[in-house]
């Protein structure tokens, strides 16, 4: 075979492999989850959350909002909703998709700081979104049972509180972290008895080259008493490209059972 051919071929196996790689960039997988907890308040039945993190530059599909409408309780942002360069009209339109699934809440990531913040924490508070920095929210069922989702603040900065965001929750409830850095994990502590932590950040490594990323694929795993959730994300950084961690977000449902992961 001449060189001109084997060359055409490594550049059609190269253009084939740039299109595999933009098309795991920009899927509108939605992953479900069944998460069972021995001490998840049974008054409540179930309780779903859908969960986006590292949204960037994407505008959020139709066909995500649609597939999940109706099925959530409610909905949590984990962090880098947006980030130097991407309109304020884009994240308008995103946070209002997000509303029709449900009440939203907000933690901040390390690339929302890199637009005026200020105007951003603005927007979450004419739409309606709940940040929460350092602090918590409590639903309560009818027979006095409570669920806590707390959020704590970007890591990168030094902003995170989760003291506060215990301080504010209630000490006798189901407990929720959400925070854009899976490294939370670390200043959690097993008399904090929090029992899920859901974050984004690390985009599951973006792209795996020969299996290997300096971020493993997201995932779910058990950590002490704690489920750790880390998604690979929705949009990308730098290059709007993904390989072996493809684009995603997550509906969670938490039920009382036999401690399991799904």
Request: hydrophobic residues 30%.
């Given at each position: 075979m001449s060189l001109f051919w084997v060359g055409l071929f490594i550049l059609a196996g190269g253009l084939l492999l740039l299109l595999y790689m933009v098309r795991e960039a920009f899927l509108n997988k939605v992953i479900e989850h069944e998460l069972f907890f021995s001490d998840f308040p049974t008054s409540f039945g179930k309780v779903t959350i859908f969960f986006i993190s590292?949204?960037?530059?994407?505008?959020?599909?139709?066909?995500?909002?649609?597939?999940?409408?109706?099925?959530?309780?409610?909905?949590?942002?984990?962090?880098?909703?947006?980030?130097?360069?991407?309109p304020f009209e884009k994240v308008k339109t995103n946070l209002l998709k997000l509303k029709q699934i449900g009440p939203v809440y907000f933690v901040w990531g390390n690339n929302d700081y890199e637009v005026d913040f200020h105007k951003l924490d603005a927007i979450m508070l004419e739409l309606g979104v709940k940040v929460l920095?350092?602090?918590?929210?409590?639903?309560?069922?009818?027979?006095?049972e409570k669920l806590c989702l707390l959020g704590v603040d970007d890591m990168g900065q030094n902003r995170d509180r989760l003291d506060l965001a215990l301080f504010d929750a209630?000490?006798?409830?189901?407990?929720?972290?959400?925070?854009?850095?899976?490294?939370?994990?670390?200043?959690?502590?097993?008399?904090?008895?929090?029992?899920?932590?859901?974050?984004?950040?690390?985009?599951?490594?973006?792209?795996?080259?020969?299996?290997?990323?300096?971020?493993?694929?997201?995932?779910?795993?058990?950590i002490g008493n704690t489920i750790l959730l880390i998604s690979n994300g929705y949009g990308t950084t730098a290059l709007p490209l993904r390989l072996?961690?493809?684009?995603?977000?997550?509906?969670?449902?938490l039920k009382n059972g036999t401690e399991v992961l799904g």
């Open positions: 590292d949204i960037h530059r994407r505008t959020i599909s139709d066909k995500v909002i649609n597939g999940v409408k109706g099925k959530a309780d409610f909905v949590v942002i984990g962090g880098d909703l947006t980030e130097k360069g991407v920095d350092n602090t918590a929210v409590t639903f309560e069922s009818g027979i006095g209630e000490e006798k409830s189901f407990k929720i972290l959400a925070s854009h850095f899976p490294k939370i994990t670390k200043k959690t502590l097993s008399e904090h008895e929090i029992r899920l932590v859901i974050s984004g950040h690390t985009h599951g490594g973006q792209i795996h080259i020969l299996g290997y990323s300096p971020h493993k694929r997201g995932g779910i795993e058990k072996g961690a493809p684009a995603e977000s997550h509906l969670i449902t």
